[in-house]
């Protein structure tokens, strides 16, 4: 039998799946972000190659910002880091288990927050440097 | 522990769900297949996040040209790094557009725009495949 999937909006947000739900939302939420942005990039220097479009300007403008930069580096990171976590549990399917699955996050975490630290350290004083 | 005596039904949702985490693999270790070739082509005190990004998603001449670093884009002109390319584009292209198809699935019942958002999101994985290799190839 199949779950139902009439599941309203509040009710999902009730539903206390901690950090599992969390990460298993983040990780969609980032996925169809970076098809967005890389979607948007090869338009943007399609059209920017060909006819010089001003909306490309503009999106390489955005693209190019340290703010967006710092948005981008967390979503690309966050992805691909949690992406190894689920391959490889999914490799080992003894850590699918409760205790596990939490110490993976805490592990991910322990990578993810060295590596975006340090890319936004760059970012900021780079930043600060140009103006 | 039990062990699973029924094998696994081959369709096309079990295979795309060893794809993407094959492909999710992989494509770490591409990335950093291209910023050690950065780095080994010299490219060391001029990185801003744009540069690392071009070279770990797409090692393409035209595209790391635009970053600050002269002449750095005839060392990617080679037979290896476009094998590269072509890995990162079909590997990275399938794993996007099957994670968009798996989402919007999510979202949508059993309706007529089930099938039609399949197609459209299969042209345009094909169309994206066909546009990067004519970059990669002839451009």
């Given at each position: 039998m199949?779950?139902?999937r009439?599941v309203?909006?509040y009710?999902?947000?009730?539903?206390?799946?901690?950090?599992?739900m969390?990460?298993w939302?983040l990780?969609r939420?980032?996925g169809?972000?970076?098809?967005t942005?890389?979607g948007l990039?090869?338009l943007?220097s399609?059209?920017?190659q060909q006819?010089g479009?001003?909306?490309?300007?503009?999106v390489?403008?955005?693209y190019?910002s340290?703010?967006?930069q710092i948005l981008?580096?967390?979503i690309?990171i966050?992805?691909?880091l949690?992406?190894l976590?689920i391959a490889l549990l999914d490799l080992?399917?003894?850590a699918?288990?409760q205790?596990?699955q939490?110490?993976a996050?805490?592990?991910?975490?322990?990578?993810?927050?060295?590596i975006?630290?340090?890319?936004?350290f760059?970012l900021?004083t780079?930043?600060l440097?140009a103006? | 522990m039990?062990r699973?005596?029924?094998?696994?039904?081959?369709?096309?949702?079990?295979?795309?769900?060893?794809?993407?985490?094959g492909?999710?693999?992989?494509?770490?270790?591409l990335?950093?297949?291209?910023?050690?070739?950065a780095?080994?082509?010299?490219?060391?005190?001029?990185?801003?996040?744009?540069?690392v990004?071009?070279?770990?998603?797409?090692?393409?001449?035209n595209?790391?040209?635009?970053?600050?670093?002269?002449d750095?884009a005839i060392?990617w002109a080679?037979a290896?790094?476009?094998i590269?390319?072509?890995?990162?584009?079909?590997?990275?292209?399938t794993?996007g557009?099957?994670?968009?198809r798996?989402?919007?699935e999510?979202?949508?019942?059993d309706?007529y725009w089930?099938?039609?958002l399949?197609?459209?999101?299969f042209l345009l994985?094909?169309f994206?495949?066909?546009?990067?290799?004519?970059?990669?190839?002839?451009?």
């Open positions: 199949k779950p139902s009439k309203g909006f009710q999902g947000l009730k539903y206390q799946g901690r950090g599992p969390i990460h939302m990780h939420i980032t169809v972000a970076i098809v942005f890389v990039h090869v943007s399609f059209f920017m006819t479009a001003d909306f490309a300007t503009q390489n403008i955005v190019e340290w703010q967006f981008v580096a967390f690309v966050f992805h691909a949690n992406g976590r080992w399917p003894a699918q288990n205790v596990d939490y110490r996050i805490w592990l991910q975490w322990a990578v993810f927050i060295p975006y630290a340090m890319t936004v760059f900021l780079g930043s440097a103006s | 039990q699973r005596s029924v094998p696994p039904a081959t369709s096309f949702e079990y295979f795309m769900w060893i794809f993407t985490r492909s999710g693999i992989a494509l770490i270790l990335a950093l297949i291209g910023i050690s070739g780095f080994l082509m010299g490219a060391r005190t001029q990185m801003d996040l744009a540069t990004m071009r070279w770990a998603f797409f090692p393409n001449p595209h790391v040209v635009n970053s600050n670093i002269p750095v060392g080679t290896f790094w476009q590269m390319q072509m890995l990162i584009i079909i590997l990275a292209t794993h557009y099957n994670g968009l798996v989402v919007i999510d979202f949508l019942g309706s089930r099938p039609m399949r197609g459209l999101i994985w094909l994206s495949l066909i546009v990067a290799f004519y970059v990669i190839l002839f451009s």
